[in-house]
């Protein structure tokens, strides 16, 4: 795993290697072990690069360029099928390295950008191509690997996160982005910047060319019997984890008490066999998280399970130190506040390994969300059962704790989004705030000044939602986090969290065959009554203690909810009640109050809403 930042000229001029060097600096964090330069002849194009030596680490240095010095490749990430790529290839190209980085130079030499299609994997790529004149920058399929550019009518800057771009391009945050920002908690919330979307490339050559999409999810034929459909789950899931064991540093992998990392150890013991030393780590939390968030015992149990070799991680983490680490290293706001919690553990684990097996994509790709299975229940609800559902959440509201996960308060949630547009009802299931509560929040002035548009966020959401049109709800809504929430929040969390401490994070589960999979698979054998990911339960009941899937689904986090009543609490109303926070007249006093009242005194929840303020504060405070 690598970072790397440049730029390339449009017309005859000379890019700046001393400015190149200074935005690869930036990304440190990302390549600690080597640094590299490439300024081309013509000194159009100049990159710096950071590396991460985790494949080939004596030979496969970067930036790269073919002997005959047409092309030049910088990349950062993993290409798993590389081997059986560069054999293809033997009679084309002379390689001198046993690493994916020269295989993708061969191919794209041999192919052109077409060559992305062969490549299975995570990654970002610039090919500055000395021949044609051009710059190549092309994205993996679900956006593991992030990948940031700027042009004007000169040049384009880029880079692997944003922050490297944000001294050379003037950037800010418009009232747009913030109000889809607090919608759903995350977003592309740049003018000037901007990204390379998943599974699409863009060509630079006098100008900016449209990207080309060369990957999207679509459904493939798959079997509807459970247990031919629990074999070739198997099977794929299998394949991908035995393609992600190649390194040539230390590796490991990340274990929850969930089911998706289990099977993904379970299956690198399958792979290993029962002799092979195995590294797994698994972080508790101590204090007012371990009740909730300490996965640690039901981690053990896998582990013995599996014959693993299993440190315990225990994480105490300083409330008052959270806020800042987010707004440092996130790009844009971002609400996610298990980005806490991934950065601990990031942080715990690198010391031992360098490469680290997770379970990330699971829910996505085999419909473990609840928010999924209340989308089921919501399409197939017979009229009796939709009446008593509405009287028993009318009665709940009543007495329903306030904290978001009590039994009383999701039932009330899901019945708020029924008899609502399958869109409407998801986003109802997703959001933050909804447009009403935004015209509460925003100042009169700002709304009239901006011409904000409150419901931009969910008018998105929902047009996004309105692309898929598949008879099941639950095939709609995996598509529309594949296409936004996993991308846009949970990929982004941890490339930051993992990569601020130079740790590479693989998953199976985020091979495009498997995710393509799981969509495919018929509604029933992902959802059966009150279980998600059912046909994954079937598929490895044979491997792993029944009690790890007897367990409810949780969430990695932290007890926000707690830490805004008690230890943040002088914190959340210092940022929010700031002088020059109140002076940019964007929300009204009132309605920041009322949100801080009610949470604290334990009238309602708030604690996600809160914290994406808090976010937004400090990163104003920070950036504009």
């Not at 459909?229 to 190649?246: G, I, N, P, S, Y």
């Amino acid at each position: 795993m690598c970072g790397f930042a440049g730029e390339f000229r449009f017309r005859p001029s000379a890019a700046s290697p001393q400015r190149a060097e200074q935005m690869a600096e930036r990304l440190d964090h990302r390549g600690p072990d080597e640094t590299g330069l490439h300024v081309s002849d013509d000194h159009r194009c100049a990159i710096g690069f950071r590396r991460l030596c985790v494949i080939d680490p004596d030979r496969s240095h970067q930036p790269m360029t073919d002997p005959a010095g047409r092309a030049t490749v910088a990349f950062n990430g993993e290409i798993y099928n590389y081997r059986h790529l560069r054999d293809d290839l033997r009679e084309s190209f002379d390689f001198q390295t046993d690493g994916d980085t020269e295989v993708i130079l061969a191919g794209y030499l041999a192919e052109g950008p077409v060559f992305m299609q062969k490549l299975h994997g995570m990654f970002a790529i610039a090919i500055h191509d000395a021949a044609a004149g051009t710059l190549l920058l092309a994205r993996d399929r679900l956006g593991q690997k992030p990948l940031y550019y700027a042009a004007d009518d000169d040049r384009v800057l880029l880079a692997s996160e944003a922050k490297a771009l944000r001294n050379d391009t003037a950037d800010i945050l418009t009232a747009e982005h913030v109000s889809r920002y607090l919608s759903i908690g995350y977003g592309d919330e740049h003018r000037r910047i901007r990204g390379v979307q998943p599974g699409t490339y863009v060509l630079f050559d006098a100008q900016p060319q449209p990207a080309e999409t060369y990957w999207k999810p679509t459904l493939i034929d798959t079997p509807t019997d459970a247990e031919q459909a629990a074999t070739l789950v198997r099977h794929q899931l299998r394949q991908a984890v035995e393609q992600r064991l190649l390194a040539d540093v230390p590796l490991g992998a990340l274990l929850s008490g969930g089911i998706d990392s289990a099977v993904t150890v379970a299956l690198m013991r399958e792979i290993l066999g029962p002799d092979a030393s195995i590294r797994t780590f698994t972080a508790g939390f101590g204090g007012e998280a371990s009740d909730l968030y300490d996965e640690r015992p039901l981690a053990r149990r896998i582990a013995e399970h599996l014959h693993t070799d299993h440190t315990e991680l225990l994480i105490e983490p300083d409330p008052l130190t959270m806020l800042d680490w987010v707004v440092d290293h996130y790009d844009a706001p971002f609400a996610d506040s298990s980005a806490v919690p991934t950065h601990l553990v990031c942080q715990a684990a690198r010391p031992h390994v360098t490469v680290a097996l997770t379970g990330d994509g699971g829910d996505e790709a085999f419909a473990g969300y609840d928010r999924y299975r209340a989308m089921h229940l919501g399409q197939t609800m017979r009229p009796s059962m939709y009446f008593l559902t509405r009287c028993a959440a009318w009665v709940a509201r009543w007495f329903a704790a306030a904290e978001q996960r009590s039994r009383l308060r999701r039932l009330v949630r899901f019945a708020d989004g029924l008899g609502q547009p399958p869109a409407v009802q998801y986003f109802a299931y997703r959001r933050l705030f909804t447009p009403e509560d935004l015209l509460i929040l925003f100042t009169d002035d700002y709304l009239a000044e901006h011409e904000v548009d409150v419901y931009a966020g969910m008018d998105a959401f929902c047009d996004l939602y309105a692309r898929f049109e598949y008879p099941s709800a639950v095939t709609n809504a995996q598509l529309h986090d594949v296409h936004s929430y996993l991308p846009g929040d949970l990929l982004v969390k941890a490339d930051i969290a993992s990569m601020a401490h130079s740790l590479e994070l693989r998953s199976p589960f985020l091979d495009h065959r498997v995710m393509q999979l799981g969509l495919s698979l018929p509604t029933d054998l992902k959802i059966r009554g009150h279980q998600g990911k059912w046909i994954l339960r079937q598929a490895f009941a044979d491997a792993l203690p029944p009690d790890v899937f007897a367990q409810p689904k949780r969430g990695f986090g932290v007890p926000l909810a707690h830490w805004l009543r008690f230890d943040l609490r002088d914190q959340m109303v210092e940022v929010l009640r700031a002088k020059d926070f109140r002076k940019r007249g964007i929300f009204r006093d009132e309605a920041i109050l009322g949100l801080m009242n009610d949470h604290i005194r334990g009238v309602d929840d708030h604690a996600h809403r809160l914290w994406a303020l808090m976010v937004l504060a400090r990163w104003l405070e920070r950036n504009a």
